[in-house]
């Protein structure tokens, strides 16, 4: 018979709450369980001492037994000092999935191609001589209209002038 120290969810929705129990690794998970030996509260505080509570004592004989612990409760048994836990690393945890290295390389294959294509239009000749005459030109017309407007008001900017001036008093000095 294969032992197991392992959590049993207990608690409402939303409200969870574990027991570190010792039971057959066949049986299922809230079901029927040999022995507690502990509880888990994952909404305390993570410096509450009533978070872990576990018998170091009882631990320590179902390990001797042959229990195997879980992640979990190996952490917990680490923390509490019953037995050394070895720290495990992955190095390809923080590396993209296959999707996601296909889309970087096909972003990173249109971006190339929109630079390429950026640098022949810049390296080609634009046409600049009609280009350069119809600014000449719209400049022109603009100067010709600045000019005409200073050198003669109009005769509605004249009457606006003499109703502006008729209103307002004269500044004493």
């Known amino acids: 018979m294969a032992i197991s120290m392992r959590l049993s969810r207990g608690g409402s929705k939303k409200r969870p709450y574990y027991r ?4 057959d690794a066949r049986s299922p998970r809230d079901g029927k369980f ?4 502990g509880t888990y509260n994952p909404l305390l505080a993570k410096d ?3 978070r872990i509570v576990l018998d170091g ?3 320590k004989h179902w390990l001797s037994v ?3 612990p879980t992640d979990r409760v190996a952490r917990f048994l680490d923390a509490a000092g019953v037995k050394e836990r070895a720290a495990r690393s992955n190095p390809n945890k923080g590396k993209p999935g296959e999707k996601a ?3 970087a390389e096909e972003r990173a294959e249109k971006l190339k191609a929109a630079e390429e294509a950026a640098a022949e239009a810049a390296a ?3 046409p600049e001589a009609p280009a350069a005459d119809s600014n000449e030109e719209a400049e022109a017309v603009i100067a010709a209209e600045v000019e005409a407007a200073t ?3 109009t005769p509605e900017a004249e009457q606006v002038a003499e109703a502006v001036s008729e209103e307002t008093p004269p500044a004493e000095a």
């Not at 570190?20 to 039971?23: E, L, S």
């Open 151 to 153: 050198e003669a008001p």
């Open 57 to 59: 004592d009882r631990a």
């Open 101 to 103: 290295t296909e889309r």
């Open 48 to 50: 509450d001492e009533k």
């Open 34 to 37: 040999i022995e507690k030996i």
């Open 124 to 126: 080609a000749p634009a």
């Open 20 to 23: 570190i129990v010792i039971a």
């Open 66 to 68: 042959g229990a195997q």
